[in-house]
């Protein structure tokens, strides 16, 4: 079983930057993509960036020149560097691994962004 534990949510002003993590329980490099999502209240859960393996990285048009995905194979790592919040970025963050033939997500970990 895969295990996915973000970290690095909180509170911070608008216009403020934070750093997420996704820490798997096993090598990165086994997954063909993996990706950052979020949740607001009462709204699905919807992409903010994916990079894959090999390929193009992908990001969701609302956070595009604000959010860099990057992952480290070596740490098992992904990260999401949040640049220029907003409070629309207010949000339940989730990492998800996608090993092609089955995925896994982690609990999430809470961003809220303040006027």
């Known amino acids: 079983q895969v295990q996915l534990v973000e970290s690095g949510g909180g509170l911070v002003q608008a216009g403020g930057s934070l750093r997420l993590s996704c820490a798997a329980s096993r090598s990165t490099f086994t997954f063909s993509s993996m990706g950052w999502y979020r949740q607001a209240p009462g709204k699905q859960r919807e992409l903010v960036a994916s990079?894959?393996?090999?390929?193009?990285?992908s990001y969701a048009d609302f956070v595009k020149g604000r959010f860099t995905i990057s992952r480290d194979n070596a740490e098992n790592t992904v990260y999401l560097q949040m640049n220029s919040l907003k409070p629309e970025d207010t949000a339940v963050y989730y990492c998800?691994?996608?090993?092609?033939?089955?995925?896994?997500w982690g609990r999430g970990t809470q961003v809220t962004v303040s006027s």
């Open positions: 998800k691994a996608d090993s092609g033939r089955l995925y896994y």
């Open positions: 990079i894959p393996r090999g390929g193009i990285i």
